[in-house]
């Protein structure tokens, strides 16, 4: 079961509590990775909501009630102490009182766990109360094997202490911040890739080695420590440049935010937590976390990514434009044509060079490799439908949906509709008035494909006989003598290219109808 859905059945909460815990879950990595621990969020086995009948009752756990785990972090710089998952799993009694205790009185209790598991000898445990609109809603309990055979390096005690610091900031309810600038760019910092810590003056107290690295490649000679960081980072900025607004706020640690360091050829970007305690006056701000991280070879392969992604957008538009070339071309051949055969010829020729160049004017268009089909066959029908009648009067009616297709597909699937349309007009209607329908079905087959049904109908002259459908090797026929060469790019690019069938059948009260079945996948 989910937090999500342990939450709700127990039927207490107000607007928003679930989605704190979200917001916790979401963050708490950091916590976990400062503090060297894993951390695992519990909720009560027998919750009692509070009906009124008894004065001063609240809602909460059974006297006997234990807590059961709804998820859990691992530390990703330190062994973890869970190697199988607790999720589901229930505390030890030790844990239970502490917890109930905990609960209750909405007190950080920490304590030695006599209980242990996974084989070791010895677990600190903090247990969290998650404190909401003076409620509490969740536990969350902190697991750490102490040092037994040293004493704590600096290094140590400064994380330590952060993590207390953040531990108290989720118990009172003012971290994580729920208005926090997001940024969903990747390369968002991390413990692991270094922190700096700043007392309220904006003054480094602490830097990581991984940090001191960083500015030491942006040109800083010297460590930061005891340095102003918004200054010294102030001071490295090239001639002329002024450090944005948000930079300013992450590099003095006053709001919650990220930002991105450009100097030199050296990317950082950085997150500023700002640290803060309850005190009788209200929230004070004592100082900040803040994560850094080095990006400059992530956003070099991005740069070459986009760089790549114009490059291919160029070639299918260059690619287009060759291609309406040869179609102009084709047109004006065709009208020195003396003889009706030639010319029409080289008019299907001219059509079907126009419809590829179609599909790559809508892959130039975008990043991605897919076509939205829906919009090119749009155009493309009609205008294949017009193209095969002049002078005729034909209606065109386009239902369904083809949705997104790959572009390997879209080229074949453009050229068949293509065929089918024109032998539609010109033997089909044979000259005479009508209206041609064009109806895509996207599904999923029973073993999971992706499907795509294409079904193009008309009311004309009808084809006559039995129903005809070819797959695979049976499209590669010869020809009849009553079938051209559009009917024959079609059984082949069906078979080919779309992994499908066709099949040509009687459409009722009169016309025919061709439905195609393409495998997506």
């Known amino acids: 079961m989910s937090f999500t859905e342990s939450i709700l059945n127990a039927g207490d909460f107000g607007p928003g509590d679930t989605e704190w815990i979200h917001l916790i879950i979401g963050e708490w990595q950091i916590i976990a990775d400062v503090a060297h621990s894993d951390l695992v969020l519990w909720f009560p086995t027998d919750y009692v909501v509070a ?12 006297i006997t009630s234990n807590f059961s785990a709804i998820a859990h972090v691992r530390p990703s710089n330190v062994h973890t102490l869970f190697h199988h998952d607790p999720i589901g799993t229930t505390m030890g009694e030790t844990m239970r009182l502490a917890a109930l205790h905990s609960w209750t009185e909405q007190n950080i209790i ?33 697991h750490t094997v102490p040092l037994v055979s040293r004493k704590p390096a600096r290094t140590e005690n400064i994380y330590y202490k952060v993590a207390n610091n953040m531990l108290e900031m989720v118990h009172a309810g003012i971290w994580p911040d729920s208005l926090a600038h997001e940024n969903n760019t990747r390369g968002n910092p991390r413990v692991t890739d270094g922190i700096i810590l700043i007392n309220d003056a904006g003054d480094v107290t602490f830097a990581s080695p991984n940090a001191n690295s960083m500015y030491a490649r942006m040109g800083l000679e010297g460590y930061l420590e005891d340095l102003n960081l918004a200054n010294v980072t102030r001071d490295m900025l090239p001639a002329g440049e002024e450090a944005d607004e948000t930079l300013q706020l992450v590099l003095a640690g006053r709001e919650d935010a990220r930002a991105e360091l450009h100097i030199g050829k050296v990317r950082i970007t ?57 179609s102009a071309l084709l047109r004006l051949q065709a009208r020195r044509m003396s003889t009706r055969e030639a010319k ?52 065109t009616r386009l239902l369904g949906s083809f949705g997104y297709l790959p572009s390997q597909f879209a080229t074949p699937l453009a050229l068949v509709i293509n065929e089918v349309v024109a032998n539609a007009v010109e033997h089909g209607l044979n000259g005479g008035a009508g209206t041609v329908t064009l109806e895509g079905i996207r599904s999923m087959n029973e073993v999971g494909e992706d499907t795509l049904t294409v079904i193009i109908t008309d009311d004309g002259q009808g084809m006559g006989g039995e129903p005809i459908e070819e797959s695979g090797a049976e499209a590669y026929r010869p020809s009849t003598g009553n079938e051209g060469l559009g009917m024959q790019i079609v059984r082949t690019l069906v078979a080919s290219e779309l992994n499908g069938s066709i099949r040509w059948e009687p ?9 195609i079945s393409a495998r997506l996948n």
């Open 51 to 62: 009906d009124g009948s008894v004065p001063d009752s609240v809602s909460g756990p059974s």
């Open 344 to 395: 029409q010829g080289l008019e299907q020729a001219m059509r079907r060079v126009s419809t590829i160049a179609t599909v790559h004017e809508a892959l130039s268009q975008g990043l991605a490799q897919n076509v939205n089909f829906d919009e090119l066959v749009e155009r493309q029908f009609h205008l294949a439908a017009e193209l095969a009648s002049p002078g005729q009067e034909i209606n």
């Open 110 to 142: 920490s304590f030695a766990d006599d209980e242990p598991s996974e084989g070791l000898a010895e677990v600190m445990i903090k247990v969290v109360p998650i404190v909401r609109n003076s409620r509490t809603i969740a536990l969350l309990s902190v």
């Open 507 to 515: 459409h009722e009260p009169a016309g025919t109808r061709v439905i």
């Open 270 to 326: 950085l997150r500023a937590i700002p640290l803060e305690r309850i005190t009788p006056l209200g929230v004070e701000r004592h100082g900040a976390l803040l994560l850094c991280r080095d990006v400059t070879e992530l956003r070099r392969r991005e740069l070459e990514l986009m760089t790549k992604d114009a490059t291919i957008r160029e070639i299918h538009h260059r690619v287009k434009n060759n291609l309406q070339t040869v």
